[in-house]
């Protein structure tokens, strides 16, 4: 459902945050088992857009260009 997929967003940025790394549209697709197909950047490309409405996650730097965007939890 989406609100499991808001879940696991939030969780892998987490995850991803304790490792020293940030989330990314890649890393998420990976996560999902997702290929690089188009439709599935942009379904992930959505969610994570929807995480950050939501107050899950945050751009780790919002000067960053689109195609470089990383992402960590809300509260880091």
Not at 3 to 30: F, I, K, P
Not at 54 to 72: F, H, N, Q
């Given at each position: 459902?989406?609100?499991?997929r ?25 996560r ?18 929807e ?26």
């Amino acid at each position: 459902t989406k609100v499991e997929r808001l879940d696991a967003l939030y969780w892998h940025s987490c995850l991803m945050y304790a490792q020293g790394e940030s989330m990314n549209n890649q890393s998420l697709r990976e996560r999902f088992g997702l290929s690089s197909e188009r439709k599935n950047i942009l379904a992930m490309s959505r969610l994570i857009r929807e995480g950050c409405d939501r107050g899950l996650v945050k751009e780790e730097d919002e000067d960053a260009g689109t195609r470089y965007k990383s992402y960590i939890p809300i509260w880091a």
